[in-house]
């Protein structure tokens, strides 16, 4: 059984309108800040600095932040370990990682909470740089050192992973080929896919495929060992404002009352689940302990027994 498969690890989306309504906050300012940031790259800099794009003449941000070994490791341009995952080099290459981000992002974002989540993913990101430059350095992938890395595909691989750690059984169907899969089959079949490629050398995305490759490696190693992004509350910066619940209003008896009122232990219990729901939207369903997980799984109980 999967993590999400338990009632109590589920957490239903906010409803609404738009296209962005059921969308968590961190998975829809990344895919904003990847859209704005390739517009800018590609239509609005060219256009201020008077400069040509082309195959030979790279944008002027990804000219900056793209990660490779010289510069990130030996020059210590450690920023590139970051910027590179919001960098991409043509339309497809934002569609697909945004689809990817879309669809399979907000899973786990539920599971982290946000603050951790875009831990989770920019550690992803630099996960797969990491292997890209361990394959490099080893010989496995020659005459890399100067190879530009690019894209959020492999934050995205950690996604995938993460999803398939939370619910292996969820089936997904894929456009090309057009066939059905449980999650864990595609995040196998992806991978068996990104080391076929790096051990027979087919096409020139070997480089990519070693950063697919350490992005699932470091998403598979946070889900099965949390304790390692730190305990909840760790990373202040990044900390929501808990919202404060509001008292009950004191009800009034009429001469006739229709309804009893709440009566203590009802408001205690309702306060107890509004706090816990309130810690797993700050750090995720991981962060509860046992008890807590108890009390959701009794009121949930209680609430299905309601007519």
């Given at each position: 059984?999967?993590?999400?498969?338990?009632?109590?690890?589920?957490?239903?989306?906010?409803?609404?309108?738009?296209?962005?309504?059921?969308?968590?906050?961190?998975?829809?300012?990344?895919?904003?800040?990847?859209?704005?940031?390739?517009?800018?790259?590609?239509?609005?800099?060219?256009?201020?600095?008077?400069?040509?794009?082309?195959?030979?003449?790279?944008?002027?941000?990804?000219?900056?932040?793209?990660?490779?070994?010289?510069?990130?490791?030996?020059?210590?341009?450690?920023?590139?370990?970051?910027?590179?995952?919001?960098?991409h080099d043509s339309v497809g290459h934002l569609l697909f990682n945004s689809l990817g981000l879309f669809f399979f992002g907000p899973w786990v974002e539920r599971w982290w909470g946000s603050a951790k989540f875009l831990i989770f993913y920019l550690l992803c990101g630099c996960g797969g740089a990491a292997f890209f430059s361990l394959l490099a350095t080893t010989g496995i992938l020659p005459n890399s050192t100067q190879t530009g890395l690019i894209g959020a595909s492999a934050g995205i691989y950690g996604i995938f992973i993460g999803v398939a750690v939370l619910a292996p059984d969820l089936r997904v169907t894929l456009i090309i080929p057009p066939v059905e899969l449980s999650m864990r089959q595609l995040a196998i079949g992806m991978l068996a896919i990104s080391v076929g490629i790096i051990v027979i050398g087919i096409g020139d995305n070997e480089g990519g495929e070693a950063g697919h490759l350490g992005g699932a490696i470091a998403g598979f190693l946070l889900m099965r060992?949390?304790?390692?992004?730190?305990?909840?509350?760790?990373?202040?910066?990044?900390r929501r404002t808990r919202r404060k619940s509001k008292a009950p209003k004191a009800f009034t008896r009429s001469s006739t009352p229709k309804l009893k009122p709440r009566t203590h232990i009802d408001t205690a219990a309702s306060s107890k689940v509004d706090r816990i729901l309130d810690k797993i939207s700050r750090d995720g369903v991981q962060s509860l302990t046992d008890a807590e997980r108890e009390t959701l799984r009794l009121a949930s109980e209680r609430q299905s027994r309601k007519p």
């Open positions: 059984m999967g993590l999400a498969e338990r009632d109590y690890e589920r957490d239903d989306p906010p409803r609404g309108p738009g296209f962005l309504a059921s969308l968590t906050p961190v998975v829809k300012a990344l895919l904003i800040a990847n859209l704005a940031i390739y517009i800018i790259d590609y239509l609005i800099l060219p256009s201020l600095l008077d400069i040509r794009v082309d195959h030979w003449r790279r944008p002027p941000l990804v000219k900056w932040g793209a990660f490779t070994i010289e510069s990130a490791i030996k020059e210590f341009r450690i920023w590139e370990f970051v910027t590179f995952q919001f960098l060992y949390p304790f390692l992004l730190g305990k909840p509350g760790d990373h202040p910066l990044f």
